[in-house]
């Protein structure tokens, strides 16, 4: 669960716990369901905005992902991304799921105004391990998390930064899981010339980290890793 802020810090931390309260019975909880990350939602601190804070009105009805720091206190958010799960972009209109999400007109992930590219689940760099993955968003970040297998995600292949790279030297193998299309051939190259413990996992197209673990289970994933 999330900390409560001090009375006189920013109140993002509020904000974010405001969308945590919301979240169980809502849209972003069945959506988080059928992505198969029911049993994180809580750790992760997922949100749905039923009531926006100012300044967050078109956020109205998106799932709410807050970037936790470890250590918590009034510092514990550092910021939220929000996720677009309007039934008519995730159904047909017979009401089942599209393969393929169709959004239309705005994006995907909406970010809060003069947010910076930062880790998703930092957290994984302070466990005890000695690998770590790196995955192109936060639900596949996530996903490889069901497999215990510490991953941080970046939001969006051009994200990367170089003060990211000294948090990943040291390690014996650093997993890059990609989706197996364009942008993420790059962003494996990328990091290839950066970390030298680099160890690129790839999957057919469409698929990512989330899609391989929900057909394949989590253990495969390890598997795939070289870690079973």
Known sequence: MLLKSSPQAASIVEIAQNYSESFRGSPAEQYTNRRGLGSLAT??????????ATGHEKHLGRLAIPY????????????????????????HPDGSWRDEELHEGHGKYQSLPGSKPLLYNTRALIKPS???????GEFDAASAEL???PTVGVPGVSGWRDHFDPAFLGYEAVFAFT??????????HTLAE???????????????????????????????????
């Open 43 to 52: 750790s992760l601190g997922f949100g749905y905005v039923a009531a926006p």
């Open 68 to 91: 936790i720091r470890p250590a918590g206190g009034e510092f514990a958010v550092a910021t939220i991304r929000f996720r677009c799960i309007n039934e008519t972009c995730l159904k």
């Open 130 to 136: 000695r690998y770590i993955g790196i995955s192109e």
């Open 147 to 149: 497999a215990d297998i």
């Open 179 to 188: 989706d197996g299309d364009e942008p993420g051939e790059r962003f494996v």
């Open 194 to 228: 950066r970390l030298p413990n680099l160890v690129p996992i790839e999957f057919g197209k469409k698929v990512d980290v989330n899609k391989f673990v929900n057909v394949h289970g989590p253990k495969a994933l390890r598997e795939k890793c070289g870690l079973e």
